[in-house]
């Protein structure tokens, strides 16, 4: 039986969007022994591992030391120190105990290798500033917790895939788990025990939270159990885990906090310093916002001390929410304001030259600004005067000619550009020289928005309204 052509024609049935389906990770899932064996390799500590460890140690620390973020990276994208963190998860997932044990053993090993490797760098190295890239690694707040948390997700799911993925070397460089221990080792090696404090803090903030996103991952997928444990010691084992969570995240909580509290101090006191440096009554050289001492410090060429700068300075911190915020103002001469001490008159004098410098450039180019509008009307003015002529020699009738350059607006459109020509006549031009003179107008001056308007002179516009 034939099915009829209407049939045939018939558009396909819509599909309807099934999230269950899109965000099912089953469909492209290794098999459990292959997943298991991903891990347990990336735990193992000897050969290779240990080789990849401390050579991406040595790379991190000279990364760190010259303050390259490059280098950083590529030391992030070789480190094998993720390896035993999922091990970690993974273990609890599965209900290994074993695997935890090697795999907490094993990170043991990488940290005490690490710190041991960047410490005997960083005391060797001449260069013993802390840059940038090692400061950055000693303040961790909850938004590193976060980043921790998604990027470990992110690693597991890729580790559980069937075909290789891009995502672990992403996840690698997101977490970064080398560069806090090289930063750590900087402390250690010069007794700077706020910056290890402080990396050593960053990188059990992103190990515990990797481990836990893996553990969150393989109970989702709920790969099967290597043992099983009784309710008891399930139970134990939440409890160490939610005490472990709490003491990790709780100081990062703070911390983050103050990292907002200092970014909104330091963002009203930028306020208030660009007001007073717009004040033309003040030569601010410099200003320096301190969130930790909640101070803001003004640097200011004079020699005497202005009641009008620190009462100014008041009343805008007191509209900015900085009510409570110390005032410490330092004049570049003899003269010195609330407890700040005097600066060097060579300093000083040095600074005003600059300032000033600084001033004349400005006028310079103000200057050269009117300079150039002078040049450009002058050339209008000639413009138009060659413009008069030219018309003139074509039709006698014109006496005078004004053309103008603006912007055409009409209501519920945007400004247009637009150019207009005002021809003054001695008597009412013909449709033909009148046609004639736009033509020639539109391509003299090189636009297509051309309006053409005429004018008879007063004498001749009077004899014509009166008819004589």
Known sequence: METPASESLAPPAREKLDLSRLFNLRRDQAEPQQIDGDVRAGVRVAGTNLWVLFFAILTASVGLNVNSTAVIIGAMLISPLMGPIIGIGYGAGINDFVLIRQAMRNLAIFTLVSLATSAIYFGLSPLNVAGSELLARTSPTIWDVLIAFFGGAAGVIALTRKSISNVVPGVAIATALMPPLCTAGFGLAHGRWDILAGALY?????????????????KGLKLPSREQVSEAVLTRTR???????????VPSIYLGWRLVQDEIFAQSARKVISTLKADERYTIIESTPDPKDRMLRLTVVGNRNDPALAASARVLMEREGLKETRLDIHYAGDARAEGASPVKPEDARDEYTRVLSQQIKEKDLSIKALEEQLRSREAEEKKASSLYAEAHAQVPQVEALTFAQGWQSTQGTDKTPSTVVVLQTSRKLSRDDRNRLEKWLAVRLAVTDLVVMEQLQPAQAARKKTGK
């Open 239 to 249: 409890r160490i885990i939610a005490v472990g969570l709490t003491v990790v995240l």
């Open 202 to 218: 960053l990188f059990v903030i992103n190990g515990v939270f990797i481990a836990t996103a893996a553990l969150v991952i393989v």
